[in-house]
C-alpha cells in the first residue's frame, strides 16, 4: 500500500514538472516575441528540468523527456506544419538535445553538492564560479550550440537570416544565453526547499522584502521616469540582509516582473524592440544576479564565521566551567583528605611519642618489648603513609622514570600473591592467581612499577574482603598497536557503590573513608592508574 502510495506521488508529481516544463516552453517563446536573430531570451524550461531532477532524481529525466517532445511536437508539427519525415527527426532530436542540457546540468550539479545554496562555506566563491560554468553554462553551451546547426543542417531555416558567421554565432549567443539564465534563475530553488526552516525562520521580513523588490517596475508602469532602477537597489538589500537565498529569490522575483511588465507592453523597456530590450536585461539580469550573489555569498560567509565563532566561544566558556568545577572539587577533595592525613600522622607520631616518654620514666622493665613493639608498629603505619603521599606526588608530577625490560608477568604475579597469601589466610581468605595459556614468556614493562601495582590492588582486595575469595586473573588483548596484558582482581567483598566508581581511582577520593577497615591513605588505587597511564594503559 505504502509503495503504491509513494509511486501516485512520484507519478503526480512527475506529470507537474511536465506540465510546468511545457508552459514555460510556450511562455518563454510567447513573452519575448523576439525577431528571429532573437528567438529566445529568457528559457525557463531548462531551470524547471532542472528542478525537475532535483524533486524526484532519476524519475525526473522521463517526464522532462515526455515534456520535451511534446514541446517539440508542438514547435515542429503544428506551428511549422514539417511533413514526415523532417518532423520526427527534428522533433527527436530538439527533445534529445534539451533532455541532454538538463541531464548534464543536474551530474554537474549533484557533482557540486547542490550548490549555490546548500549551506557549505568552505570554498564558496571559487564553488560559484565552477557553478555558473559547469551547471549553468557549459549545458547550454554544448546542447544550444547543436541545436542551433541541427535545424539548418535538416532543411529547417538557415543558421541567420543574412547567412553570415556572424549572424549565426550571434544566435547561438543569444540561444546559450536564454538557457543559462534559465538555470542560473529557477536551478537554486530546489536548495532553497532544503532550507525551508532557516527561511521561515527569517519568516516575515523576507516576504514584506521580497514583495518590495517588483515595487520600481510596477511604478514605472505609471510612468514614473527613472524609478525603475530602485528595483536594483531593493535586490541588493534584500541580499545584504538575507544572504545568497535572499539573493536568489529576489533577483528572480526582478526578473519575472520585469518580463511581464515588458509582456503586456508596459514598464520602463521599449517595447518596440522587445528582442533587444529582453536580451540587454537579460545580461544585466547575469552580470547584477552574480553580484548579488556574491554579496549574499559574503553575508553568509560573515554569519557563518560568527556562529562557529559564538559556538567555539560557548564551547570553550563550558570547557573552563567543567575544568573549573573539577580544580575546585580537587582542591575540596586536597582540603579533606589533608584534614584527614594530619590525624592520622598525629595518631602513630603520638602514639610513638608516647611510649618514648613512658620508657624514659620508667626505665627498663616488663612492659619494655611491648612498648617497643607499639612504637614500631606506629612508625611503619606513619612510614607507608607518607610513602603513598610522596609516590603520587611524584607520579603526578612526572618525576617517576619507568624502566621497562622483557620481564616474566606470570613469575611477577605469582611472587606477589605468595608474599599477600599469609595475610589473606588470616582473614580466612582463598587467593587464586588465574594465567592465560597465551601468555608469553617475557613482555617488556617495568617489573617494579608492575609488582607495585600489583601490591596495591590485591593488598585493597584483602583489607576490604570479610570472607571467601579473591582472583586475580592475568591475560592478553589483541589491539591494533599490539598484545596488551590484561590484569583483572576479583572479590567477594560488599563492592564498590555505583555512584564512586568513576571516582575511586582519582587522587585524595577514599570511597571507604567510612568504613572502619579504611585505615590506609586512600590513594592506592590513584597510584595504581597513574603506573597504568605512564604504561600507556588503562584502568576501571
Same mark, same amino acid.
Given at each position: 500500500?505504502?509503495?503504491?502510495?509513494?509511486?501516485?506521488?512520484?507519478?503526480? $508529481?512527475?506529470?507537474?514538472?511536465?506540465?510546468?516544463?511545457?508552459?514555460?516552453?510556450?511562455?518563454?517563446?510567447?513573452?519575448?516575441?523576439?525577431?528571429?536573430?532573437?528567438?529566445?531570451?529568457?528559457? +525557463?524550461?531548462?531551470?524547471?528540468?532542472?528542478?525537475?531532477?532535483?524533486?524526484?532524481?532519476?524519475?525526473?529525466?522521463?517526464?522532462?523527456?515526455?515534456?520535451?517532445?511534446?514541446?517539440?511536437?508542438?514547435?515542429?508539427? =503544428?506551428?511549422?506544419?514539417? !511533413?514526415?519525415?523532417?518532423?520526427?527527426?527534428?522533433?527527436?532530436?530538439?527533445?534529445?538535445?534539451?533532455?541532454?542540457? &538538463?541531464? #548534464?546540468?543536474?551530474?554537474?550539479?549533484?557533482?557540486?553538492?547542490?550548490?549555490? =545554496?546548500?549551506?557549505?562555506?568552505?570554498?564558496?566563491?571559487?564553488?560559484?564560479?565552477?557553478?555558473?560554468?559547469?551547471?549553468?553554462?557549459?549545458?547550454?553551451?554544448?546542447?544550444?550550440?547543436?541545436?542551433?546547426?541541427?535545424?539548418?543542417?535538416?532543411?529547417?531555416?538557415?543558421?541567420?537570416?543574412?547567412?553570415?558567421?556572424? /549572424?549565426?554565432?550571434?544566435?547561438?549567443?543569444?540561444?546559450?544565453?536564454?538557457?543559462?539564465?534559465?538555470?542560473?534563475?529557477? /536551478?537554486?530553488?530546489?536548495? +532553497?526547499?532544503?532550507?525551508?526552516?532557516?527561511?521561515?525562520?527569517?519568516?516575515?521580513?523576507?516576504? &514584506?522584502?521580497?514583495?518590495?523588490?517588483?515595487? !520600481?517596475? $510596477?511604478?514605472?508602469?505609471?510612468?514614473?521616469?527613472? =524609478?525603475?532602477?530602485?528595483?536594483?537597489?531593493?535586490?541588493?538589500?534584500?541580499?545584504?540582509?538575507?544572504?545568497?537565498?535572499?539573493?536568489?529569490?529576489?533577483?528572480?522575483?526582478?526578473?519575472?516582473?520585469?518580463?511581464?511588465?515588458? @509582456?503586456?507592453?508596459?514598464?520602463?523597456?521599449?517595447?518596440?524592440?522587445?528582442?533587444?530590450?529582453?536580451?540587454?536585461?537579460?545580461?544585466? *539580469?547575469?552580470?547584477?544576479?552574480?553580484?548579488?550573489?556574491? =554579496?549574499?555569498?559574503?553575508?553568509?560567509?560573515?554569519?557563518?564565521?560568527?556562529?562557529? +565563532? %559564538?559556538?567555539?566561544?560557548? @564551547?570553550?566558556?563550558?570547557?573552563?566551567?567543567?575544568?573549573?568545577?573539577?580544580?575546585?572539587?580537587?582542591?575540596?577533595?586536597?582540603?579533606?583528605?589533608?584534614?584527614?592525613?594530619?590525624?592520622?600522622?598525629?595518631?602513630? +607520631?603520638?602514639?610513638?611519642?608516647? #611510649?618514648?616518654?613512658?620508657?624514659?620514666?620508667?626505665?627498663?622493665?616488663?612492659?619494655?618489648?611491648?612498648?617497643?613493639?607499639?612504637? %614500631?608498629?606506629?612508625?611503619?603505619?606513619? &612510614?607507608?603513609?607518607?610513602?603513598?603521599?610522596?609516590?603520587?606526588?611524584?607520579?603526578?608530577?612526572?618525576?617517576?622514570?619507568?624502566?621497562?625490560?622483557?620481564?616474566?608477568?606470570?613469575?611477577?604475579?605469582?611472587?606477589?600473591?605468595? *608474599?599477600?597469601?599469609?595475610?589473606?589466610?588470616?582473614?580466612?581468605?582463598?587467593?587464586?592467581?588465574?594465567?592465560?595459556?597465551?601468555?608469553?614468556?617475557?613482555?617488556?614493562?617495568?617489573?617494579?612499577?608492575?609488582?607495585?601495582?600489583?601490591?596495591?590492588?590485591?593488598?585493597?582486595?584483602?583489607?576490604?574482603?570479610?570472607? /571467601?575469595?579473591?582472583?586475580?586473573?592475568?591475560?592478553?588483548?589483541?589491539?591494533?598497536?599490539?598484545?596488551?596484558?590484561?590484569? %583483572?582482581?576479583?572479590?567477594?567483598?560488599?563492592?564498590?557503590?555505583?555512584?564512586?566508581?568513576?571516582?575511586?581511582?582519582?587522587?585524595?577520593?577514599?570511597?571507604?573513608?567510612?568504613?572502619?577497615?579504611?585505615?590506609?591513605?586512600?590513594?592506592?588505587?590513584?597510584?595504581?592508574?597513574?603506573?597504568?597511564?605512564? #604504561?600507556?594503559?588503562?584502568?576501571?
Amino acid at each position: 500500500m505504502a509503495r503504491t502510495i509513494r509511486f501516485a506521488q512520484l507519478f503526480a $508529481l512527475s506529470a507537474l514538472f511536465a506540465i510546468a516544463y511545457h508552459l514555460g516552453a510556450l511562455a518563454s517563446v510567447r513573452i519575448a516575441r523576439i525577431p528571429e536573430a532573437n528567438w529566445t531570451v529568457i528559457w +525557463l524550461s531548462s531551470g524547471i528540468g532542472l528542478l525537475c531532477v532535483r524533486a524526484i532524481g532519476s524519475a525526473g529525466l522521463a517526464a522532462i523527456g515526455a515534456a520535451a517532445l511534446a514541446t517539440s511536437t508542438v514547435y515542429y508539427a =503544428v506551428r511549422l506544419g514539417l !511533413p514526415w519525415p523532417q518532423a520526427p527527426v527534428a522533433i527527436l532530436s530538439t527533445a534529445a538535445l534539451d533532455l541532454l542540457q &538538463v541531464w #548534464m546540468a543536474a551530474q554537474a550539479d549533484r557533482r557540486l553538492g547542490h550548490w549555490p =545554496v546548500d549551506g557549505r562555506i568552505e570554498g564558496t566563491y571559487g564553488r560559484m564560479v565552477t557553478y555558473l560554468l559547469r551547471v549553468c553554462l557549459l549545458p547550454p553551451l554544448v546542447t544550444c550550440t547543436l541545436l542551433v546547426v541541427k535545424d539548418p543542417l535538416l532543411g529547417i531555416g538557415s543558421l541567420s537570416p543574412d547567412g553570415s558567421v556572424t /549572424g549565426m554565432l550571434m544566435k547561438i549567443f543569444i540561444v546559450v544565453t536564454g538557457n543559462a539564465l534559465g538555470l542560473f534563475l529557477l /536551478g537554486p530553488l530546489a536548495a +532553497l526547499w532544503d532550507r525551508r526552516q532557516a527561511l521561515r525562520a527569517a519568516g516575515p521580513e523576507l516576504l &514584506v522584502m521580497l514583495a518590495l523588490v517588483p515595487l !520600481p517596475v $510596477l511604478l514605472s508602469t505609471l510612468a514614473i521616469p527613472h =524609478v525603475a532602477i530602485l528595483a536594483f537597489a531593493v535586490a541588493l538589500m534584500v541580499a545584504v540582509r538575507h544572504g545568497l537565498a535572499g539573493s536568489v529569490l529576489a533577483v528572480l522575483v526582478l526578473t519575472l516582473t520585469t518580463v511581464a511588465t515588458v @509582456a503586456a507592453k508596459a514598464g520602463p523597456f521599449p517595447v518596440d524592440q522587445a528582442g533587444m530590450t529582453m536580451f540587454g536585461f537579460a545580461l544585466v *539580469i547575469v552580470v547584477l544576479g552574480v553580484t548579488f550573489h556574491f =554579496v549574499g555569498l559574503a553575508v553568509d560567509t560573515l554569519a557563518h564565521q560568527q556562529a562557529n +565563532l %559564538e559556538r567555539l566561544v560557548a @564551547a570553550r566558556t563550558q570547557a573552563l566551567e567543567r575544568k573549573s568545577a573539577e580544580l575546585a572539587a580537587l582542591a575540596d577533595r586536597k582540603t579533606a583528605f589533608l584534614a584527614w592525613l594530619s590525624h592520622e600522622v598525629r595518631t602513630p +607520631l603520638n602514639a610513638i611519642l608516647g #611510649m618514648v616518654r613512658l620508657m624514659r620514666r620508667d626505665g627498663p622493665g616488663p612492659d619494655h618489648q611491648r612498648r617497643l613493639g607499639i612504637a %614500631e608498629t606506629a612508625g611503619r603505619h606513619l &612510614v607507608r603513609l607518607l610513602d603513598d603521599v610522596l609516590e603520587l606526588s611524584r607520579l603526578e608530577a612526572e618525576a617517576v622514570t619507568l624502566a621497562p625490560e622483557p620481564a616474566d608477568a606470570r613469575a611477577l604475579i605469582g611472587e606477589v600473591a605468595t *608474599i599477600l597469601q599469609p595475610e589473606a589466610e588470616a582473614k580466612g581468605l582463598r587467593l587464586a592467581v588465574v594465567v592465560s595459556p597465551t601468555l608469553r614468556p617475557a613482555y617488556r614493562l617495568d617489573p617494579l612499577r608492575l609488582r607495585q601495582l600489583l601490591f596495591n590492588l590485591i593488598a585493597n582486595a584483602i583489607k576490604f574482603t570479610d570472607a /571467601g575469595m579473591i582472583i586475580v586473573r592475568l591475560g592478553t588483548e589483541d589491539t591494533p598497536d599490539g598484545t596488551r596484558l590484561v590484569l %583483572e582482581v576479583e572479590d567477594t567483598g560488599p563492592g564498590v557503590p555505583e555512584s564512586a566508581r568513576d571516582s575511586i581511582f582519582d587522587a585524595y577520593d577514599r570511597a571507604g573513608a567510612g568504613d572502619s577497615r579504611s585505615d590506609g591513605t586512600g590513594l592506592g588505587l590513584a597510584i595504581v592508574r597513574q603506573i597504568v597511564e605512564r #604504561m600507556g594503559g588503562r584502568s576501571g
